[in-house]
Structure formats: structure tokens, C-alpha cells
């Protein structure tokens, strides 16, 4: 049934005007003030354009536009290797969450109905409890005087303690734990609405279990995989409580130079610059993706 032009408008008109007033209009603010030079005062930049100018104030701002905290950024290699060092850890824990999440979400899909709401309500308690103290639990289990540690030492497994806490391997479990939800449920939601006719066909033709996963199951779960893919790739490039909490301080990633720039150094015309980058680095993958993705509906 089609709906009224002004209904279909209306519910158009709600998420733009929410993706207006919640990423347009603080995206232009960081961007304005990513273009300013710092200053001592309060707020610590010189604003870059005044209501008062006018149009020839504001054809002079667009003329002389100062991209000198973008350069700073892309020449030097703190900065770049932070990004590298975010987008790597990106990379690694979203192949991980894939790896540990699809038999989970393949596990639910197949299970009796009764099951399946038993599993997804014990994934969704994770949620019921605040992140900062879920991560904070990870210190007390892996620190050298935690929970890990001892159990080990009582069963005479190691003969003093593994120092698990400040270490890559810390920061990829916590991420892992923090985000498996995030790629659990698109797949679910993909693999629960396949139609088992598809799967049942390919068994008639010969298929063999794993030939029938791997020729029809997996690539029809494809959308769900990547909706996954980058619902946990986009908050984990840019997270800075758990590499903080759970990392070595010597390993810079963007999330924590952002803190330092904001806060401990309060140059934040550069954070801005830095955060405007990010945002690039995060949505450029998204844009190409749909629009291959465009492309090859119209095909």
C-alpha cells in the first residue's frame, strides 16, 4: 500500500533532520574550529568567522581558508602512525568478532525456538551493566594479582604470574568482549530470515552439509556479515576507554591522542583537524561500499 505524499515525507523528513542536528551541525563546528588557530582564553581558538561580518566577512573567511592544523597532522608521524595503530586494531578485532560471532549467530539461528530467545537475552545482559565497570572487571581477572593469575598459581600451572594486563592481547580480549554483541546480532537477523528451501535444494542436488554452508549459507549471510563488519569496525577505530584501561601507554592510538590534544594540551583547533580526518578515514569506506553496492543493483 502506498502511503500519503506528506506521511512518505514525514518519515523521510525524521531521520535526515536527525542525522542534521546530531552529525551535520557538529560536524560543521568541529570543522569551523579545526580551521582556527589556538589561543589561551576560553574557549581556546579564535573563533574563525563572526556573525557580525556580514557577506564580505564571509567571502574573505572562504579565501583565506588555513588548513595548517591539517598538515600538521598528515606531516607528522604521531599522528599518522596513531591512525594506522587505530585502523590495524580496527581491522583485527572486527576479523576476530567475525570469527567468534558467526558460529554463535549460526548456533542461535539453528536452535529450537524457545532457545533462541534464552541465547539472545544472555547476550543482551552484557548490555544491562555500564561499560566502564565491565572493562574495569577485565583488570581485576587479568592483573598479576588477579583472578587469572591465581587460579593458574593454585593449579601449578605457571610458577609466577603472567603479566596479561598492559598488553596487546589485554586490549584485543576487552574489545572482543565489548563488541562481539555488535557483529552476534546482524548476523543472526540475516542467517533467522534465509529460507531453508534454498539450503534443503542445494542438499537435493548433492551438496554435502559443508559444501551446502559454504556455496549457500555464507554468501546469502554476506549482508549481515558486513553490517556487522562495520558496526563494530567504526566505534572500535576511534575507542580510547579500554586501550587506556587495558593497553601499554607506549602503543598510540588515535582515540587517546584526541584526549591528550583536547584535554592535557587543550590545542583544540589541532583535535578538531584530528577528529575531521577520522571521521574521513571512517565514512570513505562506508560512501564506496554503497555506492559498489548501488552499482551492482542496477546491473
Not at 91 to 97: A, E, I, S, V
Not at 164 to 191: E, R, S
Amino acid at each position: 500500500m502506498n502511503l500519503p505524499i506528506s506521511r512518505r515525507n514525514l518519515l523521510i523528513g525524521i531521520p535526515y533532520t536527525w542525522l542534521m542536528l546530531f552529525f551535520l551541525i557538529p560536524f560543521v563546528i568541529v570543522m569551523s574550529i579545526s580551521l582556527s588557530d589556538p589561543v589561551i582564553a576560553i574557549p581556546p581558538y579564535s573563533p574563525v568567522l563572526s556573525t557580525n561580518d556580514g557577506l564580505a566577512g564571509v567571502w574573505n573567511y572562504l579565501t583565506q581558508l588555513d588548513f595548517e592544523n591539517f598538515a600538521i597532522v598528515l606531516e607528522d608521524d604521531v599522528y599518522l602512525s596513531s591512525y594506522l595503530n587505530s585502523v590495524q586494531m580496527a581491522l583485527t578485532t572486527t576479523l576476530l568478532c567475525l570469527l567468534l560471532g558467526y558460529p554463535i549467530a549460526y548456533a542461535i539461528a539453528s536452535s529450537p525456538m524457545h532457545w533462541k530467545t534464552r541465547f539472545i537475552m544472555a547476550i543482551n545482559l552484557t548490555f544491562w551493566c555500564s561499560f566502564l565497570i565491565r572493562i574495569y572487571a577485565w583488570i581485576v581477572l587479568l592483573g598479576n594479582q588477579g583472578v587469572v593469575n591465581n587460579i593458574l598459581l593454585s593449579l601449578g600451572v605457571i610458577d609466577s604470574p603472567i603479566q596479561m594486563l598492559n598488553t596487546d592481547f589485554a586490549v584485543y580480549l576487552g574489545l572482543v568482549y565489548a563488541y562481539l554483541p555488535l557483529m552476534i546480532f546482524p548476523v543472526y537477523a540475516t542467517l533467522e530470515k534465509l529460507d531453508n528451501s534454498v539450503y534443503e535444494a542445494s542438499r537435493d542436488l548433492g551438496c554435502s552439509h559443508i559444501e551446502s554452508f559454504f556455496r549457500v549459507t555464507l554468501p546469502l549471510s554476506r549482508p549481515g556479515m558486513l553490517a556487522g563488519a562495520f558496526l563494530v569496525f567504526v566505534p572500535v577505530t576511534g575507542e580510547y576507554i579500554v586501550p587506556s584501561l587495558l593497553g601499554n601507554a607506549s602503543t598510540p592510538v588515535i582515540g587517546r591522542v584526541l584526549w591528550n590534544e583536547f584535554f592535557s594540551n587543550g590545542d583544540w583547533p589541532l583535535a578538531a583537524s584530528i577528529s575531521v580526518l577520522l571521521m574521513l578515514v571512517l565514512v570513505l569506506p562506508i560512501v564506496l561500499y554503497q555506492f559498489f553496492s548501488n552499482r551492482n543493483e542496477e546491473k
